[in-house]
């Protein structure tokens, strides 16, 4: 398949962005992008072996900057993640139910979210610049949603569906939103008189089909703001953290240019909430790459690995409590686990002798170590090679 990614050149002159054909599906355009560059010239106190710099503490990249669209071109996180996808389409689902098995395709998702950005312009009368509150597990609209709200300039803040009216109180305090989308076993946390959209209701159902008129994409600047996250509130009250547009497009861009090629697509199951930074970005990234996301509603073992072995998963995050269950569990010895490819495992570090254990165990699941970076991951080490440096 011929891949629509960015190009590497500054050659337009005028903003390109995705305009969406009334056959339902966006048309993916190539983007203008800054020209990517050769590592600068290292000064005396960065070492070239690690990129350490003495000075200031800090790590610099070695490796050639990224190419990334200029900053002053509109520009939506969601235009760039279609922008990367390959023509024609993937063949391989977008994103699949774990529990029902029912899926999403490429061609349908990318309709559903042209569809639904008209819907939540012309009959909800949304405009750039509101926020949304988004109160949901992990469903197949989830991904239709977010993608819709962010290529319409609409903020998603989305939030645990089991929290408190106190705690959503103050979510709501912080970040303002105009409206609300919930399942229905949250609305009752929901204060009354605060607009509201049902998720598993027949009213958003029928904002994913085709309206009467399909308004052009509103002008989104990669500066404004994308998505409101909230922090866990482990150490304090909860706190909304703001994330641009830029910052998603420059991670996008990140991954994408690290991809490698596959035989067939990597599937990834999502044992974390959506609404979780490290879900939400996952969600962006699986779409940009054209993978596959299996989705759980809800988080148990057993499913887990029902889950990889019925869909073939091939990645999935994890923690260390869970990569010491799939070592012990006689569940996880019955399951044809041979699709997985690899874990990051975050939350804690692993132990040297659990590390042994799953190594010995599972010989070709490659485990990273991973630590959370505002909305990304980075790999710190790769620890089936690494454990002699431990």
């Known amino acids: 398949m011929k891949s629509a990614t960015v190009c590497f050149s500054d050659r337009a002159s005028s903003p390109v962005s995705l305009s969406f054909h009334h056959s339902a599906l966006p048309q993916i355009l190539p983007l203008p992008c800054s020209p990517p560059t050769m590592p600068p010239l290292l000064a005396p106190e960065i070492d070239p072996r690690s990129g350490y710099c003495r000075t200031t503490k800090t790590f610099n990249s070695l490796r050639p900057a990224v190419p990334l669209p200029r900053q002053s071109l509109p520009l939506s996180v969601t235009s760039f993640a279609f922008s990367l996808l390959p023509s024609p389409l993937p063949e391989n689902p977008a994103f699949i139910d774990a529990d029902s098995g029912n899926s999403l395709s490429y061609p349908d998702f990318l309709s559903q979210v042209r569809f639904l950005a008209s819907s939540l312009r012309s009959r909800l009368a949304l405009s750039p610049g509101d926020s949304a509150l988004v109160l949901s597990p992990a469903r197949l609209e989830i991904p239709v949603l ?6 319409i ?5 989305p939030s645990n569906p089991l929290s408190t009216p106190s705690e959503l109180s103050r979510q709501i305090r912080l970040s303002r939103p105009k409206i609300a989308f919930v399942v229905s076993t949250a609305a009752p946390n929901v204060p009354d008189s605060f607009p509201s959209v049902i998720i598993d209701s027949s009213r958003f159902q029928s904002l994913l089909h085709p309206a009467d008129s399909h ?4 002008e989104i600047m990669q500066s404004d703001t994308a998505a409101v996250l909230y922090s866990s509130g482990t150490t304090g009250a909860v706190k909304g953290v703001v994330l641009t547009h830029r910052n998603f497009i420059a991670l996008l861009a990140g991954i994408h240019a690290g991809r490698l090629d596959r035989d067939s697509p990597a599937v990834r199951l999502f044992t974390i909430p959506v609404f979780h930074v490290f879900g939400f970005f996952m969600l962006l990234s699986t779409v940009a790459l054209g ?24 990645y999935m995050p994890v923690s260390p409590p869970l990569v010491v269950a799939m070592l012990k569990s006689d569940e996880a010895r019955r399951r044809d686990l041979s ?30 170590q991973v630590t959370r ?18």
């Not at 993978?291 to 499913?303: N, W």
């Not at 089936?384 to 431990?390: H, M, Q």
Request: aromatic share 10%; net charge positive.
């Open 373 to 390: 970076v505002t909305t990304n991951i980075l790999i710190q080490y790769q620890l089936r090679t690494s454990l002699t440096k431990i």
């Open 146 to 151: 977010y993608f819709s709200l962010l290529s």
């Open 291 to 314: 993978q596959t996301a299996v989705l759980m509603e809800r988080f148990d073992f057993v499913g887990m690995l029902q889950a990889v072995e019925r869909f073939r998963v091939t």
């Open 339 to 368: 699709s997985l490819e690899m874990l990051g495992c975050g939350g804690a570090p692993l132990g040297r002798e659990v590390i042994e254990g799953f190594v010995a165990r599972f010989p070709t699941v490659q485990i990273f």
């Open 153 to 157: 300039g609409i903020i998603p803040c």
């Open 215 to 218: 308004p052009p994409l509103p």
